[in-house]
């Protein structure tokens, strides 16, 4: 696990407060065992852990998947197309998050 809380915590750092501009979503990613949700809004963002009770979007993936695809080594929708990566509620928001959240 210590790979996805890496990754998490390189999301935070890089955080794109200007593409978040206007938003107000939350992020559910339900990684392997572990669910946690990321909170963007009004230019800002904060990751908990744990599930959300309203999320705009919810990912659920493996690992691996999660850390590549935030990487930018796994694309995001071949990893959808393959069923390696669901999505539910909007899934078009899941688009956004290499831009809010630039690691690759």
Request: aromatic residues 6%; glycine residues 10%.
């Amino acid at each position: 696990m210590s790979n996805v809380t890496e990754t998490l915590n390189q999301m935070k750092s890089k955080f794109n407060a200007d593409a978040a501009a206007g938003m107000d979503v939350v992020f559910q990613l339900q990684i392997e065992n572990n669910t946690y949700h990321i909170i963007v809004k009004d230019g800002n963002c904060d990751m908990v852990e744990g599930s959300h009770d309203d999320p705009s979007v919810t990912l659920t993936m493996d690992g691996d998947t999660f850390t590549g695809v935030m990487d930018g080594s796994v694309d995001g929708m071949q990893a959808f197309m393959a069923g390696q990566l669901r999505a539910e509620g909007d899934v078009m928001l899941a688009t956004r998050l290499s831009e809010l959240f630039p690691l690759g």
